[in-house]
């Protein structure tokens, strides 16, 4: 469909970076735009990424074929009872939320199961706003798709040919699969870290002997408890069932672990740790990051184009900086940068972060 019209509610970092990949894309297609800060729209009118703006959620989107819903999940749930009167029966609706039960669950309760099909890019940043928004921020970052009850082929094969042309990669899972799945490895490491520095601060002495001391392993656990609140606050509430679930297996293994360390089990710790450490040096390099080591490691906005790599290697190379491992991140959600560089030291990570700004690369540092 060459003269589509596509929809946006919410203009943010997730929508705008969309809507930004997809223009350069489909340069033919009209796009319009809701959002609830009148700067975004206005900024996005100036730089020729929507085509309308709108001021309500109203006639407009019932000439969409597709409708991004980049709201929080609770707002999205809202728009929907809104545009449900409106939109063409042909109207494919999907929205970006990392959590997918509740929004899933209230399309059905609307009757709109066959508008539908959930999606979740893997990418992000703790920027916000229009203003952070950029048409690579989705390159090579995973983008999943949970079709529901209703979810045609036509949806999912059209749903799977805008992931590819904002050249993110599609993954399809069931919504509740998605849910468990960001549960165990995203929500549930996001509360033990937030936990984890409360029971530090807490048991802090007077002088503040263990903020002070904290570094390397502690840091590099603890470094996500410096996302949102806020968004954490919402996404616990969203994924409620799924994350306590999590969190009682969680608890389980605590206790064992404590009453292995109690009666002197050593065969059951090593069992453990050996086990832990295995799989954990399974997964894939380009996702790898040592919890116990420092690491000397930049992250680099990088556009996906021919010798985009080849050309920074180049570069570190011929100034002397050695590369311990490098290789794209597919899972963005929480950090910037789609390539990640990963040195031998300190003093070659600053040289090359300095060397890299000089030749105009965005660089990001883990804290």
Known sequence: MTRQTIGFIGLGLIGGSIAKALKSKRPNATFIAYNRSKSSLVEAMADGTINQAMDTIGPAFSECDMIFLCAPVSVNIRCLEQLKPIIKPTCILT??????????????????????IGGHPMAGSEKTGYSSAKAHLLENAYYILTPGEGTTDRMISEMISIVKDINALPIILNYKEHDRITAAIS???????????????DSDNPQGMMRMLAAGGFKDITRIASSSPEMWQQICAENKTQIIDMLNLYIERISDMGRAIKNDDTQ??????????????????????????SSY???????DESGAIATIATILATNGISIKNIGIVHNREFQEGVLHIEFYDEESAEKATGLLAKYHYVIHLRK
């Open 187 to 201: 929500h549930l490491p996001h509360i033990i870290a937030y936990t984890l520095v409360n029971l530090v601060k």
């Open 297 to 303: 490691e930049i992250f680099v906005d990088l556009i």
């Open 95 to 116: 929205d970006v939320g990392s959590v997918k039960t509740t929004i899933h669950e209230a399309v059905e309760t609307l009757g709109m199961t066959h508008y539908f």
């Open 268 to 293: 059951m710790l090593l069992d453990a740790f050996g086990s832990a450490k295995n799989y954990r040096d399974d997964i894939p390099q380009s996702h790898a990051k040592s919890l116990l080591q």
